[in-house]
């Protein structure tokens, strides 16, 4: 069974597919081993009542979902983002913190199985926008973080949405890390997901290592993975950022290297 089946392909793996979708109650029309519109309704009705990204293609996980193939992993695309694709998608940024964090970004996403194309760039292009030099820093002081004639961080001392409690929570959980980790209920929701687990509640400071920073980065976009993939399936660069981000601070950024990387690297 190939890794990927779409329209236009035809053969034995296909007429598989389409008698496993009609088994399952989603009628591809005729049985004729060839994966034409009737195919791509009843893979994407499909996919939209298993919660996979409803794409019309059948990949690793539509094809496990239906029992065809027991091996559900994406494609790993990360050989093929080195660092002078990366380097193109980053074109301000030293190439001496690409060298050195892009390794361990890349494996922190393979060990969350987020190595696909589409996660991949996610990732980099998150990068881009919440700390265009490739190393986890903290986030600064500005006007939206700090009130004015306030001290640091002040306007997030008592976020209720980021489960601030008060000073001197704003600064202790300010955004750290690649994905810029940002709120005492994130700091205490990704820490014990780590491998192994870390107090970030205790010691904040632990999300601008480089190890931490790269997994903190896989988990959270992993938990928006359907949703981001969704927005990116419809072009829709302003959502996929939203999820990530909250707002779309760093769109351009965000879009920019994505779109330079899809181009870079072929699917």
Do not use: W
Request: glycine share 10%.
């Amino acid at each position: 069974m190939p890794a990927i089946l779409q329209l236009g392909d035809s053969g034995a793996a296909v007429t598989q597919l389409q008698n496993a979708l009609k088994e399952r109650g989603f009628s591809p029309g005729a049985i004729d081993g060839k994966f034409g519109q009737g195919t791509i309704a009843a893979v994407m009705a499909f996919q939209q009542s298993e919660n996979l990204l409803a794409d019309g293609k059948a990949g690793p996980r539509t094809l496990a979902e239906l029992g065809l193939v027991t091996d559900d992993t994406l494609p790993d695309a990360t050989d093929a983002f080195t660092v002078q694709v990366v380097s193109r998608m980053f074109p301000q940024t030293p190439l001496g913190n690409i060298k050195a964090n892009l390794p361990v970004v890349l494996q922190a996403l393979v060990d969350h199985k987020l190595q696909d194309k589409r996660m991949v760039l996610t990732a980099l292009a998150t990068i881009r926008a919440e700390t265009a030099s490739f190393r986890p820093i903290s986030e600064g002081v500005s006007r939206f973080n700090t009130s004015p004639n306030g001290h640091d961080f002040d306007l997030y001392d008592r976020r209720a949405d980021l489960g601030n409690q008060g000073p001197p929570d704003g600064a202790r959980y300010c955004g750290r890390g690649f994905v810029q980790l940002t709120g005492r209920t994130n700091y205490a929701t990704y820490g014990p997901q780590l491998d192994p687990a870390q107090d970030l509640v205790r010691q904040p400071e632990l999300a601008n290592d480089p190890s931490i920073a790269a997994n903190l980065l896989a988990l959270f976009i992993g938990d928006r993975e359907l949703a981001i993939k969704d927005a990116l399936l419809h072009g829709d660069f302003q959502a996929a950022r939203r999820l990530v981000n909250g707002g779309t601070n760093g769109l351009y950024d965000f879009t920019n290297a994505y779109q330079t990387g899809d181009q870079l690297v072929p699917d």
